[in-house]
């Protein structure tokens, strides 16, 4: 098991008047190999729970055990944890510093105070990962790159501590379309490759049906349901109750059901979905 | 790690002082520093003592706050304190030891000092717990409109002013956030030595840096596109309002500082009280 949180409670400036509960109770196992989408409503507490993950957030009570690192324990290795868990913040590109994608790459395996030889050949590694190429931009100041490749880049300065968790918030924020699906799809590949288990943070519900294999839907600190991506299509009132969505194709098939047209629980892709229609119309029936 | 922190002074509160118009609350405050200084004998400092007092309670303001805003002074109090103590001849000698003499003159005149200067800050801390930073920015801009006339840009200053304070709580959040980031990459702010830690610095920096920048150009294009042209003919949202709290403040004030000046006149010490005013 990758991933074990439980009894996970959190308040911010405790004992004063802005005294406020960010999570409650929070149980959630998290296996290898998951791909696991959190979302919830501003404020749900889905940002403070992955920041608990490597350590950003202090423990202040229940256990969280992330690949065998106990962080309730009085002395955490931060450094193998951080190395353990790369965290992509939102908009990551605003964390870029160096003179050049290099040495910004570089940053992460540095303060693991690993050998030179290791370093280069982590960021070279990296780069290329992200879709870059290392010998056009390995030397160019992070700054001249355009919006997306900064973000790769910042990526890449996550990836290059080879983390076995990869924790994703808003990976796709501010992307034109072709920007989403470019970097989801290097996550998708990153998932099978190199790191085993994903954790995003996502407010789109089709890019969360369409990569996530669990989905964990945060609601006033506390995770209230624990779905696949099949099952977001049955909660659509409690969901949008608590402002959030479902699938667009999961609306669909709520509605030809509605019409009578009622679709298998897996259709949740647009060719499954075509695949289903086409066989009802092949058997005649379904005249709407 | 920043989120705790109180941005500014002000205690939020109902009360008259708060209730005041930001532009008297000022002037009052100078009246107040101005008389400060015309203050000699200890009768003065005492009734001071109770006016103080007075509108602290009236404020609604807890008195650790207002004792807090003693704190940064702390230095200078002891520094002129022992100053005026081991070196002011005058008076009778109490001790006497090497270079050093503590004297009775010395002691009274550090004790006033002290007097003095705790006052005087206690008092202005009064000001700023009491009023909002953007109620004081539209206050000084008034008091300051005056100035116009020789072309001092009064408007500009009160919106650098009014800016900066806004930006402040967005930067500690920017700064929070690039610090977890940075930390998530197994940057280490607590270990090594000073230049060690001087350096781990510059990967929060050149991002703050590069976003205070890219907000400061957003800021400028949203106030030219809502016709921001200087401040010719601007109106203010919040207009300043004078009431019957600030008449009553006012008069107040002005009695006792009348009263206490008077009785420095009678006393006639006020040209011992004099060289205070340079001091």
């Known amino acids: 098991m990758s991933i074990v949180v439980k009894d996970l409670n959190f308040v911010y400036s405790p004992k004063s008047p802005f005294e406020k509960h960010a999570l409650i109770n929070v149980n959630l196992t998290v296996e290898e190999g998951d791909f696991l989408a959190i979302i919830g409503h501003t404020g749900s507490g889905k940002s403070t729970f992955v920041q608990h993950l490597n350590g950003l957030v202090k423990l202040q009570s229940g256990t969280i055990i992330v690949d065998g690192i106990d962080l309730s324990q009085k002395k955490i290795d931060y450094k193998k944890l951080r190395g353990t868990v790369g965290m992509v913040f939102q908009y990551p590109e605003y964390q870029l510093f160096a003179d050049t994608v290099y040495d910004d790459v570089a940053f992460g395996p540095k303060n693991l105070k690993l050998s030179k030889q290791e370093i280069d050949e982590r960021v070279k590694e990296a780069i290329k990962l992200v879709g870059l190429d290392f010998d056009y931009v390995n030397q160019k100041s992070p700054f001249e790159l355009s919006g997306g490749e900064k973000r790769r880049v910042a990526l890449a300065g996550v990836l290059a501590m080879r983390p076995k968790i990869l924790v994703l918030d808003e990976p796709t924020a501010g992307l034109d379309p072709q920007g989403k699906k470019e970097i989801l799809d290097l996550v998708t590949s990153l998932h099978k490759t190199m790191t085993p288990t994903i954790i995003m943070i996502n407010h789109d519900m089709d890019e969360v049906a369409r990569y996530a294999n669990k989905v964990a839907v945060f609601d006033m600190g506390s995770v209230k349901y624990l779905l696949t991506p099949e099952q977001l299509a049955q909660k659509q009132d409690e969901l949008v109750k608590m402002g959030l969505d479902i699938p667009t194709l999961a609306k669909l098939k709520n509605y030809l059901a509605n019409k009578g047209i009622v679709l298998p629980d897996d259709c949740i892709t647009v060719e499954k979905m075509v695949e289903y229609l086409a066989d009802i119309k092949a058997k005649g029936g379904a005249n709407v | ?279």
Not at chain 2, 34 to 54: K, N, R, T, Y
Not at chain 2, 87 to 115: A, D, Y
Not at chain 2, 137 to 152: A, N, Q, S
Not at chain 2, 252 to 265: K, M, S
């Open chain 2, 1 to 279: 790690m920043f989120k705790d922190i109180a941005f500014g002074q002000y205690y939020p509160g109902q009360s008259f002082l708060h209730k005041m118009d930001a532009r008297i609350k000022i002037l009052l405050a100078v009246v107040y520093l101005v008389c400060m200084f015309f203050i000699q004998s200890f009768f003065g400092f005492a009734v001071i003592l109770v006016l103080l007092a007075l509108m602290i309670a009236f404020s609604g303001v807890p008195a650790k706050s207002v004792f807090k805003s003693v704190k940064p002074i702390i230095f200078l109090l002891v520094f002129t304190t022992v100053l005026n103590l081991f070196f002011n001849p005058s008076g009778e000698t109490l001790v006497e030891w090497w270079i050093f003499r503590i004297t009775t003159g010395g002691l009274i005149l550090s004790g006033k000092l002290v007097l003095r200067l705790v006052l005087i800050v206690m008092g202005a801390s009064l000001l700023t717990l009491t009023t909002t930073p953007m109620d004081l920015t539209h206050g000084i801009e008034r008091l300051l409109k005056p100035l116009k006339v020789i072309h001092f840009p009064v408007s500009e200053l009160a919106l650098i002013m009014s800016i900066a304070l806004r930006m402040i709580p967005s930067l500690i959040d920017e700064t929070d956030r690039i610090i977890r980031a940075q930390k998530a990459r197994g940057a280490d702010f607590e270990s090594g030595n000073i230049f060690k830690r001087a350096k781990a610095f510059i990967p929060i920096l050149i991002p703050l840096f590069i976003s205070s920048f890219m907000r400061a150009a957003d800021l400028a294009n949203a106030m030219n596109s809502r016709c921001y042209k200087g401040s010719k003919g601007r109106t203010k949202m919040r207009v300043l309002k004078a009431g019957w709290r600030d008449a009553v403040g006012a008069l107040v004030i002005v009695a006792f500082f009348g009263g206490v000046i008077a009785l420095n006149f009678l006393s006639g010490q006020l040209v011992e009280t004099l060289p205070w005013m340079f001091f």
